[in-house]
């Protein structure tokens, strides 16, 4: 996929990211299709096998949808709000990932040592209270205007979509984190509710799913 300069409006705590240049909208005008990226809801593997997408701004979106993008097959992926919190945990606290260890020691202002040892509890305190676009709702990256309506598809079902848009499907998963099972309390799903208020605030838009 290739990159341009965006404006970028999802809240993010960290003072440099990736997300400062990334406006989370893919396109590929030859294929008419925009793609709708949502953060830890496979969106490593599906930039892999969309190298001919390139990122567009939400400006041009909002502003030329109607007369420009009306026709364009819009996607975009979902994934259960608890898989999804807990898919962060792993990949930035549990995978040994230094690199991860350190945007969280920055994010957290907390030392790496400390970081790894954070339980699944309390990375839910600190994720209610640092803002990173990996955990930001799903309901944001989706729904951008009423009259803008993506086919969403459950990760789980990602080949179908793949099969839709004409991919190739591989059996290679990529950026799959480590399959020790992570458990929330009662009290954990309080703060996950907390975190993707929105999301389940606005359930119902994911009620179609595919």
């Not at 990122?55 to 949808?65: F, Q, T, V, W």
């Not at 458990?183 to 009620?207: G, H, P, W």
Request: one cysteine or more.
């Amino acid at each position: 996929m290739a990159e341009k300069e965006v404006c970028n409006t999802y809240e993010c705590h960290h003072k440099v990211h990736w997300c400062k240049t990334n406006s989370f909208i893919w396109v590929n005008h030859g294929k008419k299709q925009i793609y709708l990226e949502v953060p830890k809801n496979a969106s490593s593997t599906m930039k892999n096998v969309l190298k001919d997408f390139e990122n567009m701004s939400k400006k041009d979106l909002l502003e030329n949808y109607t007369t420009k993008y009306s026709d364009y097959f819009i996607f975009s992926i979902y994934r259960d709000f608890e898989e999804r919190i807990i898919s962060n945990y792993k990949d930035f606290i549990k995978s040994n990932k230094m690199c991860r260890i350190e945007q969280m020691s920055n994010l957290f202002k907390m030392t790496k040592k400390e970081v790894q040892e954070l339980s699944i509890t309390r990375f839910l305190e600190l994720a209610l209270k640092h803002k990173d676009h990996h955990w930001s709702s799903q309901y944001h990256f989706m729904n951008y205007r009423s009259d803008i309506v993506p086919e969403i598809y459950n990760i789980k079902n990602i080949n179908d979509l793949l099969k839709k848009i004409n991919v190739p499907i591989s059996d290679k998963v990529l950026n799959t984190s480590k399959k020790n099972e992570v458990n929330l309390t009662e009290t954990d799903r309080v703060l996950v509710r907390r975190i993707y208020e929105a999301d389940y605030k606005n359930s119902s838009y994911f009620a179609k799913i595919l």
